[in-house]
Structure formats: C-alpha cells, structure tokens
DNA sequence: ATATAGTGTGTATTTATTACACTAAGGTAA
DNA sequence: TTACCTTAGTGTAATAAATACACACTATAT
C-alpha cells in the first residue's frame, strides 16, 4: 500500500468477557484495577497482546493467566478501537467472551498478581467499569445472545453432568426470557444432541431429577443443525 | 494493568470487504497492489488507520477514497492478527464488509492513486489474494449469510427500485441455494416491508415486472422483526 | 401421614413451511 | 396481426413446527 498518510504504531490489548452459571445465576468475571488510569474500578480482565503472539492465543494465554484455566470455549467478537477510549493514548483491543464451567468445589487459580482481585459479579448487577468495558460487556451480551439460538455454547457454561431445568434457566438467563417447560423440553430432547444418563441428582430435598450430558459427537453429526428458541 | 511483559506497538489497518450486485452476479471489491509486498497480486482494499482516527472512520474514509462513495452500510466483522500474515512484521488489521448499490451509469471515483487498480470481481472466480485476504473474505461471507437471514441487509445491494425477482436472485446468490418462487414472495410480501410501486420494469422483451422499494420505516416499526429463509 | 417442592408428561390449536404448475402480460420476429 | 418467446404472477393442500395449557408423581422433611 501506499503511504500517503504516515504509518503509526499502537498498543493493542486482548479483553475477555468470561462468563459463568453459577447458584442459578449468570456471572462475568471481573477484576479491581490496581494500576495506573481507573485505578479502584472494575474491569474486564485483559492484557496486552505479545510482539510474537497471536490474538487467539493472546486470549487464551490471558484467561489462564487469571484463572488458571485452560482449554476454554472462547470466540472473539468485536475490536474496539475508539481514538479516546483509554486516557493513556490509542488503544485497540480485540474482545472475546469465553465460558467456563464454574466448579465451586475448586478455587480459581491465578496465575500472576494483579487476578488476586478477581470476582464474580451477576451479569445484572455490574458496577460501573473502567474504560469503554460496560460497552463492551453489552456488545458481548448481544453476540452470546444470538449465537445460543443457534448454536449449542449453553453447554459450556454447565457442569458435564445437568439436569433439563438447569438447562432450561440458563438459556431463560441468557435468553432474558421465560420458556415453556414442556416445549423446552420437547424441543431440546429432539435435537437429539443430549444423553440421558441413569443417574439422577443428589441432595435435594424433593423428587431427584434425571441427568443429562451433552453429546458432543451426536451434534457433530448433524452438522450445522441449529437450534432455535423463540417462546 | 501491570507491566509485566514490555508492551510492544503494532500497525494497524482496516480492511474491506466490498460487495456489489451487478448484472446478476455477486461481486467484491480487488485492488491491484501496486506496492512492496505482493506486488501485483488482487487485494482487499485496505489502509493504515490514524492516529486520531476510529475504526469506523477509518473504513469509512478508505472506502470513500477508493470508491467516492459516502453513506454506505460497513459494518466491522472480525479482526485478524495472526503473527506471520504480513511479511514486514506484526500487522494487525480489522476487517469490515461493506455492500453498495452499484450503479452502472454512474462510475466508481476513486480519490487516491492507488485506486486506479480497483475492479470488481464475481465471488465465485476470486484469484488468489495477498496476505490472509482470502480468509478474510471467507470470514465476510459467512458473515453475511448469516445476517442476511435475520435482517434486511440485501437491500443495500439493490437500486431504490427492484423487482421481487431481483430481489430473490440475490438472496440465492449469497445463501448460495435455490428458493420457491412463490413461497419467496408470499412470505417477503407477508413481512411488510416492501412497498409497491406504481412503476413498471422497463426496457425488458418480455412482461415488465412490478418494481418495488424497501420501507425502512416500516422496518424500524417492526423493532427486532427478524427475517428467516430456509428453502 | 402429610406437607412441600420440583419433576415429568400429552394433546389440541395455531402458525409456518413446503411442494407444486399454470395463465397473464409484454415484446419481438415472421 | 399473429404466433412465439420469455418472464411475471398467482393458490392450495399437506406437512411440520410452535404454542398454550394442568395435573399426577416422587423424594424428602417434619
């Protein structure tokens, strides 16, 4: 190309958005900034991207680093790069979201400093954020929105083993609506992408309900068969 | 954020993916590269973005120097930054696709040089293309197929008045299948959208057919009404 | 034994999708 | 002016999918 206008050079930064199902609840992971600009603020964990290292693996590198997690359904949706998006200069960021299946038995470990302060909040109730991250977060809502019409990423979120209800309250989470439990149930059995199991829930106080695991190579197979949820 | 690897500096660019609908044929936007680098190889059109510039300025401005065109619908898609995709070093670039009424009277005015190269080439005999660009554009159609099911983007690619014929091609086009003539229009009729005209198709050999225009206030009434084609 | 709380199930109605073929209109050429 | 060519424009029946809706079952706690 030519250079007509001057070639400048910019920092750029990955920024997760990593969600995660907990208690009945839809959570995003933040951390409490201990830096220079918005320090005290919350923020979306991320970090900037290495001279010799791609953006998928930069993100990748970043969660593991927070939360000492690997092999992650992540997916990058949007870069923002507005001129005053960060008061240190120019900024670009590439945004993921990621979801991970939140064990409660087992502490996140952080991987360097600054993930100490590392907390999940629901998605409902955020505090403000640092820099454009509310914007971003929303951006992110949106995409996970539409793609869990479509495609099965609901499953990630979920302990491999699950019951039709949680299933159920995380697309209605998600989703922001309420769903019929016997078309849910319908439906989603129909797909045939889920396997019952002979096991049946643990300490619960009323009828145990029977557990599901999703079938990975069952979906495999319909290739591209995409779910849908309307009502 | 702490500064625990060196930040580093990256050049940035925006790259686009231009579609149009000409004489029935679905086609994108190539340069010629006249520069350093793939010299004489197709090319998406791309360019470095400024130092006080957004990313959708940025497009925005790229796509006016190479076409003269203003006010057409981008929309930012995916950003690409793998480490070895420019041969001069780290170069990261976000892509957008853009789709503009191509009207045939009235010739493309490019406003920089190396526009001059600049010609249209039908999506389905795409020579090879420099740097990732080939991916990119794969990324775009996806991209698109998608989008076109749930909203009304086809319409930037069509004159202010089409037929429902034109309009049925082109949606064959991009989702690359065959549709019902008359399933096609009952359910484009039964959205809403469209507005008859008093006006005739002209200068044809055979039954002038009814000419047609996208209501986009009808559109914006619908709030969220999503379009959906499958066969 | 009984109260409680969530599980699990079926059917009828409505709506959307699909498959399918002929007549109408306008222009061209003999 | 007539025959012909090409595309426009139309309807219906069959099937599939989405929706609305309510009660009996079961495990546990008291």
Same mark, same amino acid.
């Given at each position: 190309m030519?250079?007509?206008?001057?070639?400048?050079?910019?920092? !750029?930064t990955?920024d997760?958005?990593?969600?995660?199902?907990?208690?009945?609840?839809?959570k995003v992971?933040l %951390?409490?900034r201990?830096? /220079?600009?918005?320090t005290g603020?919350?923020?979306?964990?991320?970090?900037?991207?290495q001279q010799?290292?791609?953006?998928d693996?930069a993100?990748?590198?970043?969660?593991?680093?927070?939360?000492g997690?690997?092999?992650?359904? =992540?997916?990058?949706?949007?870069a923002f790069?507005?001129?005053?998006?960060?008061?240190?200069?120019?900024?670009?960021?590439?945004?993921? !979201?990621a =979801?991970?299946?939140l064990n409660?038995?087992?502490?996140?470990k952080?991987?360097?400093n600054?993930?100490?302060?590392?907390f999940?909040?629901p998605i409902?109730?955020?505090?403000?954020?640092?820099?454009?991250?509310t914007?971003i977060?929303?951006?992110s809502?949106?995409k996970?929105r539409?793609k %869990?019409?479509y495609?099965?990423i &609901?499953f990630e979120?979920?302990?491999?083993k !699950?019951?039709?209800?949680?299933l159920?309250?995380?697309y209605?989470l998600?989703?922001n609506?309420?769903?019929d439990k016997?078309? !849910?149930?319908?439906? =989603?059995?129909n797909?045939?992408i889920l396997?019952?199991l002979?096991e049946?829930q643990?300490g619960v106080?009323y009828? &145990?309900?029977t557990?599901y695991?999703f079938?990975?190579?069952k979906?495999?197979?319909?290739?591209?068969? /995409?779910?849908?949820f309307?009502?």
């Amino acid at each position: 190309m030519q250079e007509i206008v001057p070639k400048f050079e910019s920092i !750029f930064t990955v920024d997760c958005v990593v969600f995660g199902f907990d208690e009945g609840e839809l959570k995003v992971l933040l %951390i409490e900034r201990n830096e /220079e600009d918005y320090t005290g603020w919350w923020a979306l964990p991320g970090y900037y991207v290495q001279q010799d290292e791609g953006l998928d693996p930069a993100a990748e590198r970043i969660l593991y680093e927070l939360t000492g997690l690997r092999d992650i359904y =992540m997916e990058q949706f949007y870069a923002f790069g507005d001129v005053d998006r960060h008061p240190q200069g120019r900024v670009i960021t590439v945004a993921y !979201f990621a =979801m991970i299946r939140l064990n409660p038995l087992k502490e996140l470990k952080p991987v360097i400093n600054y993930a100490r302060k590392a907390f999940w909040h629901p998605i409902n109730d955020l505090p403000k954020l640092a820099f454009d991250h509310t914007q971003i977060f929303e951006k992110s809502l949106e995409k996970i929105r539409r793609k %869990i019409s479509y495609q099965p990423i &609901a499953f990630e979120l979920l302990p491999e083993k !699950f019951t039709l209800t949680q299933l159920q309250h995380l697309y209605e989470l998600i989703l922001n609506k309420k769903l019929d439990k016997r078309n !849910f149930r319908k439906k =989603m059995l129909n797909y045939g992408i889920l396997k019952e199991l002979d096991e049946k829930q643990r300490g619960v106080s009323y009828r &145990a309900a029977t557990l599901y695991k999703f079938d990975r190579r069952k979906y495999a197979r319909l290739f591209q068969k /995409e779910l849908s949820f309307s009502k």
